[in-house]
C-alpha cells in the first residue's frame, strides 16, 4: 500500500504544484482566510469528503472534513496550517504574491496542497481503510495570541480523534530529507513585560529622582543570571530581552516609566515555572532596591510540543519504507514554537519537520523573510506521508508497527 500511495501523490505531484503555487498567489493572513477556506471546503466537497466544517472561533475561517473507510476503525487527524504572513512577497518569480502586505513566507501554502492532495489520495482508498482520517485545516498559526489550533480544539475538532499528525516544511533541512523527534521537540513560547515606575526627574539633578533606566539596565543584566543560575544544564532555556522603552527620550529628563519586553523559550512546565517566577523575583529584588516599583506581565503564549513517543517512532518507520532510511533523520530540539501543541496536548501526536531547503533554486531562505520559498520537488512525499501515516495508523495493529 504504501507503494501505491507513493505513486498515487507522484501522480497528482503537478495538481499539488499548481494549487501550491495559487495559495501563494493569494495568501491570507490569520484569521481572514475566508477565501482559502472557500477554496479549501470546495474542494473537499468534490472529493467526497464527510462531516464538513467550516469556521471556527466565530469566523468563517478553517474547515475540517473526514475521509470514511469502508471498514470500522480509529480516528487519525492530520493538520495543515492555511495563514499567511503580514509582509511583502520579494521573490521574482511567476507565482509571487499577488497582495500587498500579505506572503506566505513560512509555507503554509505547501501545507495546505500538500493535505489537499493527501486527501485525494485517501479518497482513492479509502475503500480499505480501517476507520476514518479528519482532515483539519486550520487558521492563524502563525497569530500567537489566538492560536487557530486553540480554536479547533474549543470546537471539537479533535471530538473521537485518537492520533494526530503534522508536518512543517522546512528551509534549513535539505529538500526531501525528513526530521522527526520523539518527545518535547519545539519550545514553548512565552513573553515578559516588565514595567518599571520610577520618579521623573532633571537629569543635572539625580539624587532628586529615582530613575527607572539604571533599574531597566541592572534587571536587563541580572536576568541573564536565570538561564546560567537558576535552570539545570540539563535543561534547556532561552529569556531575551528584546526591546526597551523610556517614557521620554530627551537628553536631560530622567524619565518615570520604562518598559522591557522580551521572550522566554522553554520546554518543560517545571522549567517554565522556574524561569517565571525567577524573573519575577529579580526583577522585584533589584527594581525595589533602586527605589522603583515593578510590574511584570508573564503571558504563556504556547505550550511546548511534546512529540509521542509511539505515535513518532510510526511516522519514521512509515518515512522510511516511503523515502529511504538515508532521508529520514532525528532532529535537534527547536527553539521556535507551533501551534500544533494544542493538538499534542489533547491526544497522541507527532510533528516533523520536511526539508524544502535546494540552495540551487533558492529555498534555502529564512523563514518569515520576504524571499522564502519552497522547493516544490518535494511536495509530493508530503502528500505521500501524511496518507502512508494515516493508512498505516488506522490498518496496522500495535505488534506490526515499523514492518
Ligand atoms: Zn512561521
Ligand atoms: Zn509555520
Redesign the pocket.
Known amino acids: 500500500m504504501i507503494n501505491k500511495i507513493k505513486a498515487l501523490a507522484k501522480e497528482y505531484e503537478k495538481e499539488i504544484i499548481e494549487r501550491r503555487r495559487h495559495f501563494h498567489m493569494n495568501p491570507e493572513i490569520s484569521w481572514n482566510e475566508t477565501e482559502t477556506t472557500k477554496y479549501i471546503a470546495q474542494e473537499l466537497r468534490n472529493l467526497g469528503c464527510e462531516n464538513i466544517k467550516v469556521g471556527f472561533g466565530g469566523t468563517q475561517c478553517g474547515v475540517i472534513a473526514d475521509v470514511t473507510g469502508g471498514k470500522p476503525g480509529k480516528c487519525v487527524a492530520l493538520r495543515a496550517d492555511i495563514d499567511a504572513?503580514p509582509l511583502n512577497d520579494e521573490k521574482d518569480v511567476a507565482y509571487k504574491s499577488q497582495k500587498a502586505g500579505a506572503m506566505h513566507?513560512?509555507g503554509?501554502d505547501a501545507h495546505t496542497s500538500v493535505l489537499l492532495g493527501a486527501a485525494k489520495i485517501l479518497t482513492q482508498i479509502k475503500g480499505d481503510l480501517k476507520g476514518k482520517v479528519r482532515l483539519m485545516f486550520q487558521p492563524a498559526?502563525?497569530s500567537g495570541i489566538r492560536p487557530g489550533a486553540k480554536a479547533l480544539v474549543d470546537g471539537g475538532a479533535l471530538d473521537g480523534v485518537d492520533a494526530a499528525f503534522g508536518i512543517h516544511v522546512m528551509s534549513t533541512i535539505p529538500s526531501g530529507v525528513l526530521e522527526y523527534r520523539s518527545g518535547p521537540f519545539m519550545a514553548a513560547a512565552d513573553t515578559l513585560e516588565i514595567l518599571i515606575g520610577g520618579k521623573g526627574g532633571h537629569g543635572s539633578t539625580p539624587e532628586s529622582a529615582f530613575d527607572p533606566t539604571i533599574a531597566a539596565f541592572q534587571i536587563g543584566s541580572a536576568l541573564q543570571s536565570v538561564v546560567s543560575r537558576e535552570i539545570c544544564p540539563r535543561d534547556t532555556a532561552v529569556v531575551s530581552i528584546c526591546g526597551i522603552k523610556t517614557s521620554s527620550h530627551v537628553f536631560n529628563i530622567i524619565p518615570e516609566r520604562v518598559e522591557i519586553v522580551g521572550s522566554c523559550r522553554t520546554f518543560r512546565p517545571e522549567v517554565q515555572d522556574r524561569v517565571e517566577e525567577a524573573i519575577g523575583r529579580i526583577s522585584r529584588g533589584v527594581g525595589e532596591s533602586l527605589r522603583c516599583k515593578i510590574d511584570l506581565k508573564y503571558t504563556r503564549i504556547l505550550p511546548a510540543t511534546v512529540n509521542d513517543a509511539s505515535v513518532t517512532e510510526l511516522v519514521k518507520s512509515t518515512a522510511e519504507k516511503l523515502m529511504g532510511a538515508d532521508k529520514v533523520r532525528e532532529s535537534a530540539l527547536i527553539m521556535g514554537s507551533e501551534d500544533f501543541s494544542y493538538y499534542a496536548n489533547k491526544v497522541p501526536a507527532a510533528f516533523v519537520s520536511l526539508g524544502t531547503g535546494a540552495p540551487e533554486k533558492k529555498t534555502d531562505m529564512p523563514?518569515?523573510s520576504p524571499k522564502f520559498d519552497v522547493d516544490e520537488d518535494a511536495l509530493y512525499l508530503g502528500a505521500a506521508l501524511h496518507a502512508a501515516f494515516a493508512w498505516t495508523f488506522l490498518n496496522q495493529e500495535l505488534s506490526e508497527k515499523g514492518k
Open positions: 504572513l513566507a513560512c503554509h498559526e502563525e523563514h518569515h
